[in-house]
């Protein structure tokens, strides 16, 4: 049975981030999805196989995210919120 991952991207003010690329990768087969966030800042998931995941998130401005270890079971339906990612330092 397939599981999902869904979950909201905001910046330290608490405001959604639009278009940020979302990445998914399955840690024991390295199978990488990717999609992007709506005008809300949510991403979803779909019909994915039960694993440990790494989830990573990037967005213009803004330094890369990363959420290493994420075990979703058969049939879950798992939220993850990637609130407040730090906006980027380095010079443009």
């Known amino acids: 049975q ?3 991952i869904s979950g909201f991207v905001t910046d ?3 405001s959604v981030v639009t278009d940020a ?3 998914l990768q399955h840690v024991a087969t390295n199978i990488l ?3 992007s966030t709506n005008a809300a800042g949510l991403f979803i998931f779909p019909s994915i196989p039960a694993g440990t995941y790494q989830l990573s998130v990037e ?3 803004f ?3 990363t ?3 994420i075990v979703i079971e058969s049939g879950a339906r798992i939220t993850r919120n ?3 990612i730090s906006r980027s330092t380095a010079a443009v």
Request: proline fraction near 8%.
């Open 33 to 35: 999805r990717a999609t």
């Open 12 to 14: 330290p003010s608490g």
């Open 82 to 84: 990637l609130w407040k």
């Open 67 to 69: 959420v290493e270890d």
């Open 59 to 61: 967005a213009p401005g």
């Open 63 to 65: 330094e890369t995210h």
């Open 21 to 23: 690329k979302v990445s």
């Open 2 to 4: 397939q599981a999902e």
